[in-house]
């Protein structure tokens, strides 16, 4: 199996390459349109064949490569299937599988963060998307997010796991790279411990976060696997910047 985790710093954005080296086949998991020609370079790099892109869930704060690595590539596009998007090829569902090549990834429905966030899980790893990340959490307050949801997605689901699978979130603010289900289940400072759901929803109504400076755009076209909108402001023009410069010619 190869392996890669990838950052995008403009929306601290991980994406992961996972190989099968028996079939070359490859799926990218949360890819990111503006980092889309790095990550067409590191698969011709490998020697490989992209077969997926893999959503966790409706992203606000960027833009799928899904839709445009499809084009180039012929690849498909695989997302929760909970979310309807006439324009993925593949429903994810829990309990169903997504194969590619001998790689075997299974599907988690960890709702609360979106209504349709879901998990994958690979051997000793789990991708967690924005429902756990490394001492915190995805925030709860649009796209039909749900505190007591995400709490039981992650006490119940993500919890339930071994101590020892990694966690692989899909973004991190601080240069962290990977934590463990027993860090999470210690440390997290928002669902670890004995933290009680009454604690959790308590801390995530106080939150008193911003409003996403690029949920307005990056919503609407992700539920079209990722369409950069003609009307952006020139100073979120570089959320779409490979449409108008391409370092790869």
């Known amino acids: 199996m190869i392996f890669r985790q990838l950052f995008e710093p403009l929306s601290s954005t991980y994406t992961y390459l996972l190989g099968c080296e028996e079939t070359g086949q490859v799926v990218l998991i949360d890819p990111v349109v503006a980092a889309m020609d790095r990550d067409l370079a590191e698969i011709k790099r ?3 064949t992209l077969a997926y892109t893999l959503e966790t869930h409706i992203h606000a704060d960027h833009i799928t490569a899904g839709l445009e690595l499809k084009k180039k590539t012929g ?3 695989a997302a929760p299937a909970h979310d309807r998007l006439p324009c993925a090829d593949i429903g994810i569902e829990e309990g169903k599988p997504l194969q590619v090549g001998s790689l075997t990834l299974q599907p988690l ?14 051997g000793e790893r789990v991708f967690t998307g924005d429902a756990l990340l490394i001492d915190g959490c995805g925030r709860t307050d649009f796209q039909n997010g749900d505190a007591e949801a995400l709490y039981k997605s992650v006490k119940e689901k993500l919890f339930s796991l071994a101590d020892d699978i990694l966690v692989y979130p899909a973004h991190d603010y601080k240069g962290r ?13 928002r669902l670890g411990e004995n933290r009680t759901l009454e604690e959790f929803k308590k801390i995530m109504g106080e939150l ?8 307005d755009y990056a919503v609407p076209g992700n539920k079209k696997c990722g369409v950069c909108p003609t009307d ?8 779409c910047l490979h449409m108008t410069e391409s370092k790869q010619g």
């Open 177 to 189: 790279h990977v934590s463990s289900i027993a860090q999470e289940k210690q440390r997290n400072p």
């Open 75 to 77: 690849s498909k596009i």
């Open 208 to 215: 008193n976060l911003p409003y996403p400076k690029f949920i």
């Open 46 to 48: 490998l020697g490989l």
């Open 232 to 239: 952006l402001p020139e100073n979120l023009e570089m959320y």
């Open 109 to 122: 429905h960890t709702p609360g963060h979106t209504d349709g966030h879901f998990a994958y899980l690979f």
